[in-house]
Nanobody, 115 residues
Framework: QVQLVESGGGLVQPGGSLRLSCAASGSIFSINVMGWYRQAPGKQRELVAR???????IYADSVKGRFTISRDNAKNMLYLQMNSLKPEDTAVYYC?????????WGQGTQVTVSS
């Protein structure tokens, strides 16, 4: 079992920044891929960014150049730095860890971009 707890969401004006954190605990040895997904009202959950244990990253086209994913393997933490936020970034953001046939999710943290 892997437990994931997100934090750092909130209300921010367009153009602002937020930093999301995800704390992993439980059977966390040899976690390779960790990721951030988001789900806006009425839409499907979508991949935002993903990072491997060696630091290789991928980003959704909609966030490239604005968001940065990072991780601290020693602290079992995952981060998402979000800059130049837009109203369309409004969503619940989820931390994700795939492991074999299982996929673990956090409870999500709400990000609202509005003036």
């Amino acid at each position: 079992q892997v437990q994931l707890v997100e934090s750092g969401g909130g209300l921010v004006q367009p153009g602002g920044s937020l930093r999301l954190s995800c704390a992993a605990s439980g059977s966390i040895f040899s976690i390779n891929v960790m990721g951030w997904y988001r789900q806006a009202p009425g839409k499907q959950r979508e991949l935002v960014a993903r990072i491997t244990s060696s630091g290789n990253t991928i980003y959704a086209d909609s966030v490239k150049g604005r968001f940065t994913i990072s991780r601290d393997n020693a602290k079992n933490m995952l981060y998402l730095q979000m800059n130049s936020l837009k109203p369309e970034d409004t969503a619940v953001y989820y931390c994700n860890v795939p492991r074999g046939s299982l996929v673990y999710w956090g409870q999500g943290t709400q990000v609202t971009v509005s003036s």
